[in-house]
């Protein structure tokens, strides 16, 4: 199979952006047990997988997991990658944004970034051309076969942007150099609006004709009550129980 059926195979799922690199690219960019000549001896090509806009929600809603309780758009994240995996010969590795290896997770932003899916932005995220913020990097496909490799973006929307997205942020943790992620999810905790939705993304100027639809941003700004998140958040509560410190509107 061929690299532009892979990608036709995976737009259909609705995984409408990809980037390639090769293995002397990848390898330098994440843990060591996830490159390429240690998860996947052979591997000849990375194709790093997206998705931008409402396309993935949209095929998602159709498929068999949308019923599911526990991790649905995950399981279907899951199914797809794997299902084109098994069409490759011989059968490609994965990856996936969830996973840990030695507890390890692959930086999928700065994978997304290199192959050319996106550059960062304040909001800490990817931001596209077309998408604007409206963007994810989901998985990975290590490939039996050589490919081209992409090229980062030159697109730096934030130089210059007055930054609506600053003063829409609920918990204004959004700043010139970016938002820390502790900041970000200490808001989501305190902050009802931050768990089913988000201000300053949907006010970036940046594509947004495609932003999520209400559900799809519930879904993604969701808080997983693990244990561990449960602990942190008890204690963010604890010691802020009305929301007055920093971040607190």
């Not at 240690?38 to 998602?60: N, Q």
């Not at 084109?84 to 030695?102: C, F, H, N, Q, S």
């Not at 130089?159 to 010139?176: I, S």
């Not at 700004?221 to 008890?234: D, K, S």
Request: glycine share 12%; with cysteine.
């Amino acid at each position: 199979m061929s690299l532009e059926q892979i990608r036709a195979g995976l737009e259909t799922a609705g995984f409408n952006l990809s980037g390639t690199l090769s293995p002397e690219q990848f390898d330098p960019l994440v843990p060591e047990v996830w490159q390429s000549k240690h998860h996947v001896p052979g591997c000849r090509g990375i194709l790093v997988v997206g998705s931008g806009g409402r396309a993935l929600w949209s095929a998602f809603a159709r498929s068999p997991e949308a019923g599911l309780r526990e991790d649905p758009l995950d399981r279907y994240t899951a199914r797809v990658v794997g299902e084109v995996a098994d069409t490759i010969l011989p059968r490609a590795g994965i990856g996936l944004y969830w996973e840990k290896r030695d507890k390890q997770y692959l930086p999928m932003m700065k994978l997304g970034e290199r192959a050319g899916l996106g550059t960062p932005g304040r909001l800490g995220i990817l931001l596209h051309p077309e998408f604007g913020p409206w963007l994810a990097v989901r998985a990975l496909l290590y490939l039996p076969f050589p490919v081209d490799p992409g090229e980062p973006q030159s697109f730096d929307p934030c130089n210059g942007c007055p930054a609506p997205c600053a003063a829409a942020c609920l918990g204004q943790v959004v700043h010139e150099a970016g938002l820390e992620p502790s900041d970000c999810f200490r808001t989501r905790v305190l902050k009802r609006g931050c768990r089913v939705g988000c201000a300053a993304r949907s006010a970036c100027v940046v594509g947004p004709e495609h932003a999520y639809t209400p559900t799809q941003l519930a879904h993604h700004q969701r808080i997983r009550w693990r244990r561990p998140v449960l602990g942190y958040a008890l204690r963010t509560l604890l010691a802020d129980p009305l929301g007055r410190g920093r971040g607190a509107s």
